[in-house]
């Protein structure tokens, strides 16, 4: 029988969050779901205690600190409520007195706003008057802050920081959604979090990969569930995990491993965002919105140029009946927006790219 995929045309899902997966993890996902393991049971009906499971979520957390070899002394958990909840766990373990945080877009601004219920925030820099077309390089990390927070990329208005940044004060990120998109340098941070629907799993689910050292510093009373400490110590089973999110992950993770890993990754998404940048620049048309050095390899954002801003809904009509999904710009932004994750295909950039090559010779 042919599946839905096969009798429809082929979509190329550029969406934001949630997004796309490799079809192999859906396709296990989906099995897993109509019977787990061959138990006669659906993933979705089976206690996150069984050995089944358990099995799935070791897997899970190996896989993650083979692929990003996350040194010893760190742990990864998977917790529930979203890389937002991250926006205040993240003050209520690591803040006492000051915090410092980069503005780079909504997210971070978020997450900033969030940790001023926990103490002194100190905002270092912020491109919030170019509309965040920039990562600002300029600035002085205060040394007695407690932390420095970072948002790796902004998927928003599509810029990221596409290396691991020194910091003379312990380094927090939120990389929701440019995880294991390149190697890290895990030891150059002590907490990196991000929700999974935007390159790992369907959303549900969060990981965290926590310094275990950087903990207990804060003289807070530190609610159970939002303590780090309580989710490491039960290995993310303190209360029921996101059992079907999990699985979909240690699945992706298994597909990245097979793929050639991280390095690989980034090499696709150097090669598929070069691909897209260059057509942008290009075609008359268009033109990207980010400041070049800072472009994102994830989400990238270009808008009509002035000349032609009239046929703004015109394309996207065009590129929607030629199978393109998800690439309407964020309401911040405008114009258009082609998230290009891990999963992505180059085959479906380039689709991409022929529509706004056709559309181009039309006007
Ligand atoms: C999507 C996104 C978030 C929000 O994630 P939720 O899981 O919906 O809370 C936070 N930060 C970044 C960078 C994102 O892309």
């Known amino acids: 029988m042919l599946n839905q995929n096969e009798l429809q045309m082929k979509k190329h899902n550029f969406s934001a969050g949630p997004s796309i997966l490799p079809q192999e993890v859906i396709d296990n996902t989906a099995k897993a779901i109509l019977n787990f393991n061959d138990s006669g049971l659906s993933l979705m009906e089976v206690s996150h205690r069984s050995k089944d499971f358990q099995e799935v979520m070791d897997k899970a957390v190996a896989l993650f600190k083979e692929l990003l070899n996350i040194p010893e002394g760190y742990s990864v958990i998977f917790l529930g409520g979203g890389a937002s909840l991250q926006f205040c766990m993240v003050p209520y373990n690591f803040l006492e007195k ?38 600002p390089q300029d600035y002085i990390i205060p040394t007695d802050a407690d932390y420095f927070h970072i948002t790796t990329n902004n998927t928003i208005y599509g810029t990221e920081i596409k290396h691991d940044i020194d910091s003379p ?57 939002l303590n780090y400490k309580t989710h490491i110590d039960n290995g993310s089973m303190f209360n029921t995990p996101p059992v079907v999110p999990i699985y979909a992950a ?28 260059h057509e942008i ?15 994102s390899r994830m989400n990238i954002c270009f808008v009509m140029t002035p000349e032609y801003k009239d046929l703004e809904a015109d394309f996207l009509k065009f590129a929607t009946d030629r199978g393109m999904v998800g690439i309407k710009g964020h309401r911040s932004v405008g114009g258009f927006r082609a998230s290009c994750y891990n999963a992505m295909s180059k085959d479906s950039v380039q689709a991409l790219i022929d529509c706004m090559q056709e559309f181009e010779k039309l006007h």
């Open 98 to 135: 000051k915090a410092a945080y980069l503005n780079t877009g909504t997210w971070a601004k978020k997450a900033l706003k969030e940790a001023k219920g926990f103490g002194e925030v100190i905002e270092v820099a912020s491109s919030a008057e170019s509309n965040y077309t920039y990562i």
């Open 169 to 225: 004060v312990p380094l927090i990120a939120d990389m929701s959604s440019d995880i294991l998109s390149r190697p890290i340098d895990v030891s150059k941070y002590v907490c990196i979090y991000g929700g999974a629907q935007k390159n790992i799993a369907p959303s549900g689910v969060t990981f965290v990969i926590i310094k275990d050292d950087a903990l207990g510093k804060v003289s807070r009373y530190i609610p159970t569930m």
């Open 281 to 295: 620049d290009r075609n008359k048309l268009f033109v990207g919105t980010a400041n070049k050095e800072d472009r």
């Open 250 to 277: 240690e699945q992706t993770l298994l597909w990245i491993k097979e793929q050639g890993g991280v390095k690989e990754m980034e090499r696709r998404a150097i090669e598929k965002s070069d691909m897209l940048y």
